[in-house]
């Protein structure tokens, strides 16, 4: 099992900007690939970025085309018991508004899949 804990979200006015953070832990040499998702109300659960690494040493991230060039997803892998993933979020609109949510899965070659979910964070975001 993987354990997954988001941080930092809140309230935030429009054009502003926050950094998210997930904590993963337990069995985290399952997995190679942490992905934050999001929810607005009344809408369909969408992938927001995802980041991947590979035994062979490349890392791969991939964003949603409406927060390309906005948002940012990096991963920090120094502590061999946990993972930390981060999103940061610049120039947020109303359409960014919703739960996020953080990911845990594997990509063995034909696409992540995500298996390991945590509680979300709400990202409120107002005019």
């Known amino acids: 099992q993987v354990q997954l804990v988001e941080s930092g979200g809140g309230s935030v006015q429009a054009g502003g900007s926050l950094n998210l953070s997930c904590v993963a832990s337990?069995?985290?040499?399952?997995?190679?690939?942490l992905g934050w998702f999001r929810q607005a109300p009344g809408k369909e659960r969408e992938r927001v970025a995802h980041i991947c690494r590979y035994s062979f040493g490349q890392v791969r991230t991939k964003y949603a085309d409406s927060v390309q060039g906005r948002f940012s997803i990096s991963q920090d892998i120094a502590d061999k018991v946990k993972n930390t993933v981060f999103l940061q979020m610049n120039d947020l609109t109303s359409d960014d508004n919703g739960m996020y949510y953080c990911?845990?899965?594997?990509?063995?070659?034909?696409?992540?899949?995500?298996?390991?979910w945590g509680q979300g964070t709400q990202v409120p975001v107002s005019a």
């Open positions: 990911a845990a899965g594997v990509d063995a070659g034909i696409g992540p899949r995500f298996d390991f």
């Open positions: 337990g069995h985290i040499a399952r997995i190679n690939c």
